[in-house]
Nanobody
Framework: VQLVESGGGLVQAGGSLTLSCAGS????????IAWFRQAPGQEREGVAA????????KYGYSAKGRFTISSGHAENTVLLRMTSLTPEDTAVYYC????????????????????WGQGTQVTVSS
């Protein structure tokens, strides 16, 4: 499994970005993909997750109301639309994949995810 993130960059506070996670080499079609982020000196934080089979979604506290996770048009692609960005959203954003999520409910627990991308930097300037 290979996960490749794209779409990061520099944006002003109040702006928007859409991140993309493209998966390849997937063996099964029953999986969840989640976005995590890690700011310098901080622990990795779960942002949002989506289950492929039933499109269930889960959002972390910091994402609710501002971020939207969705399946992309391309196969095995997940998007994270981020709006109303603040400097506190500055971090490296990672996508991760879990096969056979329990009851098709995606989680934001790092330990549930076995496959990770390399990350994409998001910087929000004030």
């Amino acid at each position: 499994v290979q996960l490749v993130e794209s779409g990061g960059g520099l944006v002003q506070a109040g702006g928007s970005l859409t991140l993309s996670c493209a998966g390849s080499g997937l063996v099964f079609d029953d999986y969840a993909i989640a976005w995590f982020r890690q700011a310098p000196g901080q622990e990795r934080e779960g942002v949002a997750a989506i289950s492929r089979k039933n499109n269930k979604k889960k959002y972390g506290y910091s994402a609710k109301g501002r971020f939207t996770i969705s399946s992309g048009h391309a196969e095995n692609t997940v998007l994270l639309r981020m709006t109303s960005l603040t400097p506190e959203d500055t971090a490296v954003y990672y996508c991760a994949l879990e096969y056979f999520p329990g009851a098709n409910n995606p989680t934001l627990r790092e330990a549930d995810y076995d496959h990770w991308g390399q990350g994409t930097q998001v910087t929000v300037s004030s």
